[in-house]
């Protein structure tokens, strides 16, 4: 059982580059989230989807973009990278409800220079 | 907007004693979260409590929830080397049917041999 899978784990970009952090998940969860932690701090909610179809905004969401076409899969965009997005980027999924806690990914360190 | 507040944001104490972890939350929730975080790694979860007076213990760590008075505590006993981690509480935050998880500024919790 896989779990949460991110890729790529490390990235360095230049700023203006594009890119895309993949995310999958193999719980059948309806959940899914996008946190960004910087260095030496919480983690702060990108965006979030309750489903396939349906994705909604975070407390930080500007210059990212997300879908969510199946289940399994929760991409998070990055269409014009600045340096203030350099961050460990995590990736979580949950079922609903319940007493199910979020299961998180082995996180992407991203690097803007 | 949910508020999720924790103190101390450092705690350095010596194998042995014993220690408390606050955190309070600024709206009406049903449920939260205990993570611990090790450097460089991903989330871990460690505690889910569900409702007003929920206890719960694992080894030398219990966690508790005070809805009424939006507090939750991770009380150490008898600290060892071995949970010197960054400790995140999280709420979960219920509008419309859409729940999102919004998580406290983190302990950074070092023991002394």
């Known amino acids: 059982n896989a779990g949460v899978t991110q890729t790529p784990k490390f990235r360095i970009l230049k700023i203006g580059q594009s890119m895309t952090l993949q995310c999958a998940q193999d719980?059948?969860?309806?959940?899914m989230y996008w946190y960004r932690q910087d260095p030496g701090m919480g983690l702060k909610l990108i965006y979030y989807s309750v489903g396939a179809g349906i994705t909604d905004k975070g407390e930080v969401p500007n210059g990212y973009n997300v879908s969510r076409s199946t289940t399994e899969d929760f991409p998070l965009r990055l269409e014009l990278a600045a340096p203030s997005q350099t961050s460990v980027y995590f990736c979580?999924?949950?079922?609903?409800?319940?007493?199910?806690?979020?299961?998180f990914g082995n996180g992407t360190r991203l690097t803007v220079t | 907007e949910l508020k999720v507040e924790q103190n101390p944001l450092f705690l350095s104490m010596q194998e042995g004693k014993n220690y408390t972890i606050y955190c309070n939350y600024s709206?009406?929730?049903?449920?939260l979260y205990w993570y611990r975080q090790d450097p460089g790694k991903s989330l871990e979860s460690l505690f889910v409590l569900l409702s007003n007076g929920a206890v719960k213990q694992e080894g030398r760590l219990m966690a508790s929830l005070d809805t009424k008075a939006r507090l939750s505590t991770l009380h150490i006993t008898a600290a060892v080397h071995d949970l010197s981690a960054t400790y995140f509480c999280?709420?979960?935050?219920?509008?419309?049917?859409?729940?999102?998880?919004?998580f406290g500024t983190g302990t950074r919790l070092t023991i002394i041999p």
């Open positions: 709206t009406t929730s049903d449920r």
């Open positions: 719980m059948n969860h309806n959940y």
């Open positions: 979580a999924s949950t079922a609903t409800g319940g007493n199910s806690p979020l299961h």
């Open positions: 999280a709420v979960v935050l219920t509008l419309f049917g859409n729940e999102k998880l919004t």
